[in-house]
């Protein structure tokens, strides 16, 4: 009865929390901070947005980067600021949001897409609904066991990441280094009010390069197919 309760609390804290599982995620055509594609927003036949950044407080900051994460397009937009129409983005570019409050996307559709999409995304939240609901059913019967979260790493996928996540360094520098074979890999750091403070791009294979201080607070933004190592600078 003990195991059972403690699974359907875990069973609970994982259909309220569905949010944390997924590395970005959007209620309707608002987006937070996040790492998406195209795809990800509702469907447009020109590939063009309008974008405003609706909170009343808090500084938002875009980057569009091109299938070789060239950066195309960065905005700053403050709060409660006006539309900003984006350049048009092909299937496969890549769109960096920093910041703790919300975009509003506004695409170029039809009803017929918006039913579409809206179907879709019910369909979405079923499928991970019916997911979490046999992860209880498996705890409950002990058939996979609870294991301790992962030890702070030095591989860095593509993610979006905080200084909780590095190697305590004593100086707050790291070394990064592309470690993919043919993957170029870009990494942005930004500093507590969402300024890029950093922009390396690494080819495959690249060389280590030294980061500046990263401090408390500060964000880093790991975007690529590859891997990245970010270590701690030895003197």
Request: aromatic share 12%.
């Amino acid at each position: 009865m003990k195991k059972f309760t403690i699974s359907f609390l875990i069973f609970l804290c994982l259909s309220f929390n569905i949010i944390r599982l997924i590395p970005a995620f959007a209620i309707g055509n608002i987006y937070r901070e996040g790492i998406y594609k195209p795809s990800d927003f509702n469907s447009s036949a020109s590939s063009s947005y309008s974008i405003a950044n609706i909170s009343s407080n808090q500084l938002m900051y875009l980057i569009i980067l091109d299938e070789n994460l060239f950066v195309i397009e960065a905005i700053r937009l403050q709060p409660s600021s006006e539309k900003f129409d984006l350049l048009p983005m092909a299937p496969d570019y890549k769109i960096l949001i920093i910041g703790k409050g919300d975009l509003y996307f506004s695409p170029k559709k039809s009803w017929i897409v918006t039913l579409f999409k809206t179907l879709t995304w019910r369909r979405y939240i079923m499928k991970k609904f019916t997911v979490l609901f046999l992860i209880f059913l498996c705890l409950s019967f002990n058939i996979i066991g609870l294991t301790p979260a992962a030890a702070v790493s030095d591989t860095f996928k593509e993610g979006i990441y905080t200084t909780a996540d590095l190697k305590v360094s004593p100086d707050n520098v790291y070394y990064i280094t592309n470690i993919s074979k043919n993957n170029n890999m870009h990494v942005f750091i930004f500093n507590q009010n969402e300024l890029t403070v950093q922009n390396e791009q690494l080819l495959p294979g690249s060389p280590k390069k030294d980061t500046i201080p990263i401090l408390p607070g500060y964000t880093i933004a790991v975007l690529g197919k590859g891997e990245v190592t970010i270590v701690p600078k030895t003197p």
